[in-house]
């Protein structure tokens, strides 16, 4: 018999290196403790479920305790809790769910994987049965019952995140009233604010009410259904998910005496390997080193967690993967719109109080002569003095995770914004431009960084004076300006400007806006050839309009 | 006045040099020659016009004559063919097409950006007014009217490249019968043969009559239509499309003395210019590098041609742009299929003198539990000592070219099959896996390269003894089993082998096939540590059964 190993947890990061590990050592002894009834469940696929997209129950899990004996040889107990960690004695304390049986199991490495909760605050009422929270499939099904009663027909998600937009998505996809109460000024958090505003104006559109800036005090049984207290007044739903957040599952972690952060993270080396040295942890138990910035974070997503599963049995078995850092890419289908996002937000950056600087494209899908084609928009945030990537927004319909990856990618390897002129990335009609939307995002990006185009950005827009000081422009077509403009913005067209430069005063600044900002960097470069200071509104009138809506 | 800049050329390298050099230099005078009717075409969208997804004949052209002056100043003479260049006394010789008048026209600088034409190989009947070949807007009305002549029924396709397939499957859905007749032994070149097998089946699940490994050795014209004679016998068809490759269009560059390869294309140092100082080059006149081998080659695309076009204005303007060489990134849609290439494949590889390792994955599009799911098949070509990615080929349906584009942004950062297991790419259901399909062929690929699992290949298993000399193991389901193996194998699902072992001769090496290889790795992991010699099947019994459809 082999080294005897103790996985807590039997999902995503426990799974993982319970499935390498019998790969790497067919003599291990390894035992596989799950408290729960599932194992190796599909938790990114659970609202779907509740929603209808997914229909079978079997399809929200991949192995079962059968199934992974007979291909892994591992023992699998569900309903198996451990309780306790003894590090000194290499022994785990396990506590039988369904029988309240105590006992425990001695280990050679132990490997922990037990995720993270839910995180419910002390509000009065959260502890309300008709207020639900979403990890497991005990959860789906609870949820998937209550809105199939009769009287239940609204519901209320507390937290506009990504589990948050995706229940309420499948809660209106059931049939319900769906509100969403968010505390911040936007949803979806990896966003800055002016890219979620379109997400915002998307879902709202389709029928979701959406509170801003708002948060639960309280909540009352009606006896019918609840009453909710928000600070912007009271609101009546027959449900609440409750959908802010998780927080490591580190209690016995910490009891056990291993290294935790702040918020209960479980502190890992690059080998995954625990303050023990025979004891180490995957997934969103870990505290994470962020690959931006290289300070420690907190990113619990399920590709990380599978990959350092794998990590944690090459290590065990002697071989030295490393892991290095999380970047948090991550993606969200929301209604028809897709937004992914990696590395660092802008607000983030500047708290880092990193020297960057930012672009905003909006670049078709695929060449806009084929039938199909629809923009997303890109936001990058870059180094200023390095032009190195620090973080990408993408927001849109087709295509927008394609993007995404390519430059989570090319920030992987280390890559400039001026890289991302050269990628080479394929192209026919059906399926992109000549120059990519990453290409362009490069360009747009290099514009700025080497000066060819001065550009002001969408929040200074309202504090451009009007009293005659500057220059303010709008160089699209007529049609375009009388469907509407910027507040106190003349009309010369780019293709009239170079005729109409007269009735610009080149003793003062111009400022310029297009629909998206191309055509506002071709006025630029004419302007500013022409001995005028001139300055472009990156992301244009469209980003503007976008946010004001 | 400026410096005075005439390009020969007006669309994608021509045009896209224009446009930003009126950007960097106001002052500049531009003259775009364009010997064609039209400047700024799509041509990778005339295809889809004959077809009739693209409805609109302006979709066409992105700029007019008009509309380009308007935006950038170029004084743009369409109908203007440059007919010679002297290089010493700094001129080029004009022929305007309409009335034959010639004249002289002196530059500073020079940009070439004439093109490829197609091949026209001296074969008797090729110059058939029945026959075409596809380069402009011109060309493609003349086919469209000829598909809808009354009489019109049948066409043959000579030439199964990229613009080959689009072209069959655009006359196809014009209601013809079309058949392919290819002279390789495979369709689309920058495939290896047996990542054909897939494309190839498909099409002709479609109605595409396809013939591989023969010619034309002549066309003859019965009045009503062409009998075309083949080494395999003659085809009657109504028209034929030409579609063989192209060449660079130097004859005026060789004429001129500018510095040219074997096959025509004009050599260009990493700033783009010519053996001349003052004659840049661009798009598909020129001979490129190759990013991968270093070596020189020739690889026309529309993104090369941009990005070049785009790079020869700024060195024009001071600015000292670098272009790194050309990967060859492409993707064609055939039918409902993706097709999509970067880097080298097996074959230039093996020619070159690489020594290259190989993998085959089959994944799923996105998370197999959530709707929609289809697998791609992936083939990485790798240096067997690196780890360095020389060439990807993926081919399937949904999410074909997301997964390509993200391996040639590894390319292109010099990244190793080691660093795509690590690449953190976008997950939701919706859109991928935990382990996204470019993970699981970095997976593959290192359990190769660091030996955990060996491998054979498809091309191997007919010759494997039959004669009980060696263990041939098929692993899958008794039900896969029985719905066809491999010739001699004998089945052990991969779940009973543990208990099965003595089966097996332990003196004698095993064969292992499974249905993609990933049970087959599993199996070969159990195997290899009981003793056991144990090769893989790569690819697995999928592959094979597809190549030997
Ligand atoms: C609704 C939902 C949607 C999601 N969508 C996405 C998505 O689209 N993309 C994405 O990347 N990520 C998504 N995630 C996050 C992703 O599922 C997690 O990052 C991933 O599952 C973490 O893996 P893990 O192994 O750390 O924890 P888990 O997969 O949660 O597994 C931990 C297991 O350990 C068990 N356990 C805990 N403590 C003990 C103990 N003491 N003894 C025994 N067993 C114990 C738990 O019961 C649990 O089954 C989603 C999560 C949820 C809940
Ligand atoms: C049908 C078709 C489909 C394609 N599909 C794709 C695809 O999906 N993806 C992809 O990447 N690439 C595709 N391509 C290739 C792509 O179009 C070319 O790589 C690209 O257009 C090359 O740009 P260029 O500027 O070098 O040449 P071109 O775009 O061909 O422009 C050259 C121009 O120069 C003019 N010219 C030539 N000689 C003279 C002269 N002496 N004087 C004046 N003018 C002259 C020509 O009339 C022509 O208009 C396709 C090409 C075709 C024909
Ligand atoms: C399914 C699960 C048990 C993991 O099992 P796994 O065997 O490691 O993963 P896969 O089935 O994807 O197989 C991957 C293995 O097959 C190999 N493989 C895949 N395709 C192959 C092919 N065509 N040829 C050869 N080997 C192949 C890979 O290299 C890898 O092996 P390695 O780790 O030894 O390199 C675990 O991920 C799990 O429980 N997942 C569900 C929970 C979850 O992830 N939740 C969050 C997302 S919803
Ligand atoms: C259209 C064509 C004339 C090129 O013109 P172009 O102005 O260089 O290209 P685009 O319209 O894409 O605009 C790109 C410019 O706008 C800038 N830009 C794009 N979006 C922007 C934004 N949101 N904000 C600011 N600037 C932006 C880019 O930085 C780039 O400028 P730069 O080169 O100075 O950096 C030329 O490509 C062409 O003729 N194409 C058709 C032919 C062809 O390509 N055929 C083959 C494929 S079918």
């Known amino acids: 018999m082999g080294k005897k190993v103790v996985i807590i947890g039997g999902v995503a990061g426990g799974a993982s290196a319970a499935a390498r590990l019998r790969r790497l050592d067919e003599q291990a002894e390894i035992i596989m403790m799950e408290k729960g009834e599932y194992i190796s469940f599909a938790n990114c696929g659970l609202p779907y479920y509740i929603g209808g997209e997914i229909t079978e129950k079997s399809a929200l899990t991949l192995q079962t ?3 992974f004996h007979a291909r892994f040889n591992v023992d699998v107990r569900i309903n198996n809790e451990v309780v306790a960690i003894d590090k000194e004695a290499k022994k785990v304390k396990v506590k039988k769910t369904d029988t309240g049986e105590v006992y425990e199991e001695s280990y050679d490495k132990l490997i922990l994987s037990p995720g993270a909760e839910p995180i419910r605050p002390t509000v009065n009422g959260f502890d309300n ?27 209320i998600v507390v937290g506009g995140g990504y589990i948050g937009i995706e229940m309420a998505e499948n809660l209106f996809r059931a049939g ?7 505390g911040a000024d936007h949803i979806i958090a990896p966003l800055d604010a002016e890219m979620a505003c379109d997400v915002q104006n998307h879902i709202r559109d389709k029928g979701i ?12 049984d009606s006896g019918e259904g609840l009453n909710v207290k928000l600070a912007s007044g009271d609101r009546y739903a027959d449900m609440v998910i409750l959908s802010i957040g998780v927080r490591p599952e580190s209690k016995i972690a910490k009891e056990a005496g291993l290294a935790v952060n702040d918020r209960g993270a479980v502190l890992v080396n690059e080998n995954m390997l625990t303050s023990d040295e025979d004891i180490y942890a995957a997934g969103d138990v870990v505290a994470i080193q962020d690959f931006v910035t290289g300070g420690e974070g907190y990113i619990p997503l399920a590709g990380p967690a599978n990959k350092q599963g794998r990590i944690v049995a090459d290590n065990i078995t002697g071989i030295k993967s490393v892991y290095k850092g999380t970047q948090g890419t991550g993606v969200l289908k929301a209604f028809d719109m897709t937004v992914a996002t990696t590395g660092i937000k802008e607000e983030a950056a500047k708290k880092s109080g990193l020297d960057y600087e930012k672009s905003y494209t909006y670049s078709a899908s695929h060449a806009t002569y084929y039938p199909g084609a629809v923009n997303m928009s890109v936001k990058l945030i870059f180094e200023k003095v390095s032009g190195k990537i620090l973080g990408a927004q993408i927001v849109g319909y087709d295509g927008v995770e394609k993007r995404l990856d390519v ?12 890289d991302l002129t050269e990628l080479e990335l394929s192209y026919a009609p059906p399926f992109s431009s000549a120059k990519d939307p990453v290409n362009m995002a490069g360009f747009v990006a290099e514009n700025i960084m080497t000066g060819k185009t001065k550009v002001f950005h969408w929040n200074e827009v309202d504090k451009l004076p009007r009293d005659g000081s500057v220059n303010l422009l709008d160089i699209r077509t007529r049609m375009e300006y009388d469907n509407g403009t910027l507040d106190g913005f003349m ?6 400007l170079r005729q109409n430069l007269d009735r610009l005063d080149k003793t003062k600044p111009v400022y310029v806006t297009c629909q998206i900002g191309l055509r506002g960097h071709v006025a630029c470069r004419i302007l500013s050839q022409n001995g005028f200071d001139c300055y472009n509104l990156s992301g244009g009138y469209r980003l503007y309009a976008s946010i004001k809506r």
Chains 1, 2 share one sequence.
């Open 209 to 220: 009410e959406l509170i801003l800036n708002d948060k639960v005090l309280s909540i009352e």
């Open 176 to 182: 319900l009233d769906v509100t969403i109460v968010e």
């Open 65 to 67: 305790p059968n199934s």
């Open 491 to 496: 009309n010369i067209p780019v293709d009239e």
């Open 407 to 418: 430059i989570a990618t090319a920030m992987r390897a280390g890559m400039t914004i001026f």
């Open 129 to 155: 049965p008709k207020v639900f929270t979403l990890r497991n499939i005990p959860d789906t099904y609870k949820i998937k019952d209550y809105t199939k009663k009769a009287n239940v027909h609204s519901a």
